[in-house]
């Protein structure tokens, strides 16, 4: 069955077998070849990169894409296996494709799936080019050549993304160095993509890589595969039995990163944000703009005061960090959900080389995970976030952002406000770092409450605060 194809942030998700089914697939596919064919990018080959994730029947959507755009003129080089979306994005920047397609719902429930636009440098396709394929949908039928067909006609090239990559994140790191670190590191790919990846980039070093939930389980084990506390249960508890010096966690399609100590005690995805700043600038001794999401921790902010690196606080979504990747100069570009990108390599979320940079920080600082974080407390203080998502009317989100803007609380966690952001929602300032922001779904009634403060106790008040103020906009 048709139905309106509408694009979220970088694509289009929906449940399989509902609206993301082969004909639906097909019609967005054939408005990708032809936004493509019309907008042409200069330098650029015709030629699209297609990935997978390891989703219910994400290779047959794949294969079928691939038709269609084989069918359109265009070369195609598509994954031999599940893929890392990173994996993608850099094979487009590094073949000069005109862009590429990933098949992938990230972290969202098992029943979806998502088709995303990546474009020729290697990052999320801007919002121009997503609402320009949007615009495309059923404007041409449907052209479709088999995968046989497009092999012998030399339009077809199937070849596993992954090396390509990981040569390239071992050349940002001090490989040698983490070669001979002998750390005991764990992975808990959360039955994705990324299982196995540090076992073939570790492969023959002295490292010990341990990797937990790594079978191809469409169903993700009964949970979403994010890099949150609540999926780390089972894996934490493990550690406990079996101590590691740290363990990573990706989420469906290894572009985003979470982890745990050594013992199974959870990291927050800001602290590990803010122990790669710290690790770039005295590891490493780089320079360069910092970017953050505007829900990221303010440690950063104190961090880059401190060191003196500029800080761009940017909307929520990667697309925006990426933005500002490609003005240059950005040591780190990084969001709350655990998206960070890196100097020198494409503007693009990737866990895996993430990864690779605590691991090269553990060698460099021959320190506990737990003793970093605890110097970062000392010297910056401690901050606690949480957040909460809630039902919200859609008709009446613009009415509680004006409110909120208008009416916010004279103070959070014992210290007066002192700034109001609204470029992305609301956000309320104070001068000791505590906030508290608002921010609707774009496309659903969700509201999202967010807090930080010094202590568990003052986020809590933060965020019973915050619901007050909805219940201000009846």
């Not at 959360?190 to 490292?207: Q, R, Y």
């Not at 409110?403 to 700034?419: F, I």
């Amino acid at each position: 069955m048709k139905t309106k194809i509408k694009f979220g942030t970088d694509g289009w998700r929906a449940v399989i077998a509902d609206e993301f089914t082969f004909e639906n697939v097909e019609r967005v596919a054939q408005a990708t070849a032809d936004y493509w064919t019309h907008n042409p990018v200069e330098g650029t080959l015709k030629q699209i990169v297609v990935g997978y994730d390891r989703r219910f029947l994400s290779e047959e959507f794949a294969g079928r894409t691939a038709e269609i755009l084989c069918a359109n003129g265009f070369k195609v080089v598509l994954s031999d296996s599940p893929t890392m979306t990173q994996a993608v994005s850099f094979a487009v920047k590094k073949s000069r494709s005109v862009g590429g397609v990933m098949l992938t719902a990230s972290h969202n429930p098992p029943e979806f799936n998502g088709f995303k636009i990546k474009a020729h440098y290697g990052g999320s396709a801007e919002p121009a080019i997503c609402s320009g394929i949007e615009k495309c949908v059923d404007a041409s039928p449907v052209r479709r050549m088999s995968l046989a067909e497009a092999r012998k006609q030399k339009q077809l090239q199937i070849k596993d993304l992954r090396p390509m990559l990981f040569e390239a994140q071992k050349k940002l790191v001090n490989f040698d160095l983490i070669s001979q670190s002998g750390l005991k590191f764990a992975h808990d790919p959360l039955f994705g993509v990324g299982a196995g990846c540090f076992e073939m980039l570790l492969a023959g070093t002295t490292c010990q890589v341990t990797t937990l939930n790594a079978e191809h389980n469409p169903n993700f084990g009964g949970i979403n595969p994010e890099p949150i506390r609540q999926n780390y249960g089972p894996t934490s508890a493990w550690l406990k039995k079996n101590p590691h010096d740290v363990c990573l966690v990706t989420d469906g399609d290894a572009d985003r990163v979470g982890g745990m100590d050594g013992n199974g005690e959870y990291i927050t995805t800001h602290q590990i944000i803010c122990m790669l700043i710290r690790h770039m600038f005295r590891n490493r001794n780089q320079k360069g703009r910092i970017v953050k999401a505007l829900t990221t921790t303010s440690m950063v902010d104190k961090m880059c005061a401190d060191f003196g690196l500029e800080l761009v606080e940017t909307g929520v979504g990667f697309k925006y960090v990426c933005a500002e990747m490609m003005k240059g100069d950005v040591l780190l570009g990084a969001e709350e959900s655990g998206g960070i990108g890196f100097l020198g390599h494409i503007p693009e979320r990737d866990g895996i080389l993430a990864g690779l940079m605590l691991l090269e920080m553990l060698a460099m600082e021959k320190k506990s995970i737990k003793k970093i974080l605890a110097e970062l407390t000392k010297r910056y203080g401690p901050h606690c976030y949480d957040r909460i998502d809630g039902h919200f009317p859609l008709e009446k989100r613009a009415d509680l952002m004006k409110y909120c803007a208008e009416n916010p609380p004279t103070s959070l966690a014992g210290s007066p406000v002192s700034e109001i952001k609204t470029f992305d929602g609301v956000k309320i300032v104070a001068q000791n770092g505590a906030w508290l922001m608002l921010r609707g779904s774009g496309t659903e009634p969700i509201l999202r409450i967010y807090a930080e403060g010094p202590s568990e106790e003052a986020v809590a008040k933060i965020l019973k605060s915050g619901l007050a103020l909805t219940k201000k906009v009846a």
